[in-house]
């Protein structure tokens, strides 16, 4: 059985590692010169910035990623720093006053009855996660105080590149979930680079192949089936397709699609996906600026959402004594004409949170449209399965359940190698 792979980014390259492990024959083209995608590294003067992800794993070394990782043989170590999440509650902004809260005591800030009620609401929602509303509004009927609305959009902006009110509630407590289950985040050594690097090994270690710089402009289909691709004009003949570049871009790349009512709803489907936008700015700093390898919620900030500071576990994302910190803020659909202004109240957040601190910014991203946060936003995934038979769609536009980013990716793949492989 041959398989084709559109995509060296993560979920491509997991899959081509799973399949080519199975005994698959497997090409992987990617139209970059480069694998990884938004899963990798650049060297800028010895600091490694990274073409996405801010070198993090939200559930380390024992979530679904990790497992996967594991399960295909890639040679990668990921660490975890236990404790180290803290919600950063500006007293005073503009003097600087401010206390941090650890993460699972986020409760001790608000009110007592409001301590109470959300005791209460812990053990509840286990039972009877809510439904039908947004994360956002879930916080209004319930626990209805600013600070609850700061910290619920410090978290989804952090983890998902959203606000609260923008994220199905459903999706949050299963997230949630997930980190009871899975536990906080973890960093690979070596960074995001490590990652894809060590699935790419695997994959040509099991003669599997991946061209960089070959773009696939068309997937062949016949008779309802897709049964290879089209590059530079020629045909590369396969029995299944995977697809690591989402639904819409995916069914832009097919000709032949059947006229059935589920090709029709799948394509109104499509049409509500929205990718998630973000900003993330790079410090380069001369101190530590956080102190752990663990993220600090900043939900006081007026955009920054979250910050983490990865060489406290991998020293050599930096040059020797210096430090990456990175900030990262979602960007709602609204703004994304605005970058510039989204960026600058990015800064400014950053003066505020670590006034009188010794740092450069060395780089600042955006990041929308074909080259999101996330290719579908979290909670509005439409599955793995496409209505061409033997098209599948892996990576953040096709993550699963309850998955935080690369979690998800993992979850996705998951869930297409079990309907490719039984
Ligand atoms: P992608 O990275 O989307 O790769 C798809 C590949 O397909 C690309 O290389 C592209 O060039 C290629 N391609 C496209 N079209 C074609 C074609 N026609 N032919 C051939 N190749 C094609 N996640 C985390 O877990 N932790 C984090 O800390 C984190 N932080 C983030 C911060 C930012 C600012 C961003 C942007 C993302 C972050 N993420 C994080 C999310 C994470 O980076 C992504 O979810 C993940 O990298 C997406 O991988 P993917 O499998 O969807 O593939």
Redesign the pocket.
């Known amino acids: 059985m041959k398989a084709i792979v559109?995509?060296?980014?993560?979920?491509?390259l997991l899959s081509a590692a799973k399949l080519s492990g199975k005994g698959y024959e497997v090409e992987v083209?990617?139209?970059?010169a480069m694998i990884g995608?938004?899963?990798t590294n650049f060297d800028i003067k010895g600091y490694q910035l990274t073409t996405?992800?801010?070198?993090?794993?939200?559930h380390g070394p024992t979530g679904p990623l990790a497992q996967l990782i594991r399960e295909v043989g890639a040679d990668v170590t990921i660490e975890r720093q236990d404790d180290t999440a803290f919600m950063r509650i500006h007293e005073d902004l503009e003097n600087g006053i401010y206390k941090d809260v650890s993460f699972g005591e986020f409760g001790s800030t608000f009110s007592v009855w409001n301590r109470i009620k959300l005791a209460l609401l812990l053990i509840s929602t286990r039972k009877w996660p809510p439904k039908n509303c947004s994360f956002g509004e879930w916080i209004t009927k319930n626990l209805n105080m600013p600070i609850a609305h700061q910290m619920a959009d410090s978290f989804c902006g952090w983890a998902l590149s959203l606000k609260a009110a923008d994220t199905p509630v459903e999706e949050a407590f299963e997230i949630f979930e997930n980190l009871y289950r899975h536990g906080g985040p973890g960093v690979p050594i070596g960074g995001c680079k490590a990652v894809t690097d060590a699935l790419a090994d695997v994959v040509r270690k099991n003669g599997g192949s991946i061209e960089t710089k070959?773009?696939?402009t068309e997937i062949l289909v016949e008779n309802g089936k897709a049964v290879g691709v089209l590059i530079d004009g020629q045909k590369h003949m396969s029995d299944i397709v995977i697809s690591?570049?989402g639904h819409p871009?995916t069914s832009d790349?097919y000709k032949d699609a059947p006229t059935t009512p589920q090709y029709k709803q799948y394509i109104d489907k499509i049409r509500t996906i929205k990718p998630s936008a973000?900003v993330?700015i790079c410090l380069a700093a001369n101190e530590p600026l956080i102190g752990h390898g663990g993220v600090l919620f900043t939900p006081s900030a007026k955009r920054v959402n979250g910050i983490n500071e990865v060489t406290n576990i991998d020293p050599k994302l930096a040059p020797r004594g210096k430090h990456l910190v990175m900030a990262?803020q979602t960007v709602q659909w609204d703004k994304i004409p605005y970058l510039e202004e989204e960026i600058d109240m990015g800064i400014a957040d950053l003066k505020q949170i670590f006034p009188n601190k010794d740092y450069e910014i060395i780089l600042t991203?955006s990041?929308y449209g074909g080259w999101?946060?996330?290719?579908s936003s979290s909670g509005t995934d439409i599955g793995n399965t496409t209505p061409i038979k033997g098209l599948y769609v892996?990576?953040?536009?096709a993550k699963g359940k309850g998955g935080?980013?690369?979690?998800g990716?993992a979850l996705g793949v998951k869930n297409t190698m079990n309907l490719i492989l039984g």
């Open positions: 559109i995509g060296a980014g993560l979920g491509g083209f990617e139209r970059l995608g938004r899963f996405g992800a801010l070198h993090m794993l939200p070959t773009e696939v690591n570049i871009f790349l973000g993330k990262h991203q990041y999101p946060v996330n290719r892996v990576g953040d536009g935080i980013e690369v979690e990716v």
